[in-house]
């Protein structure tokens, strides 16, 4: 019964990464969101404002925090094997979208199902 005990913390564990991985991806996908809509609504006061030397065409200098580039990294990390896929496309929301679905497939639904497969087994 000793591997009982075992197999269902390893299933515990694994369903905590799961979690903890699909927090990662969703806080970076919803911080480029932010940053998208914000920016749009920059070019679209300017726009509106008229003052065609503020928009130089140059993209803005993005001054993130610490915790802004950790999430990032972490999120580039678990995504970076779904690069691949969407390495054809020039769309930001495109590449961002597709990786972060892809990534809650896999680390969501994947390892949340070899949990349950594992408790199941034993």
Known sequence: MAS???????????????????????ASFLIFVVEQTSSASTHQ??????HPSASTGAPAVKH??????????ASNFFTSPFAGIVSGSNS??????VKTVLALLIYGFGLSYLARVIRVRV
């Open 45 to 50: 006061q300017e726009e509106l404002i008229e």
């Open 4 to 26: 009982s005990g075992v197999s269902t913390s390893l299933a515990k564990l694994l369903r905590l990464v799961s979690w903890v991985i699909c927090l990662i991806v969703l």
């Open 92 to 97: 930001e929301w495109v590449i961002h979208g």
């Open 64 to 73: 993130e925090s610490a915790l802004h580039k950790k999430i990032d990294e």
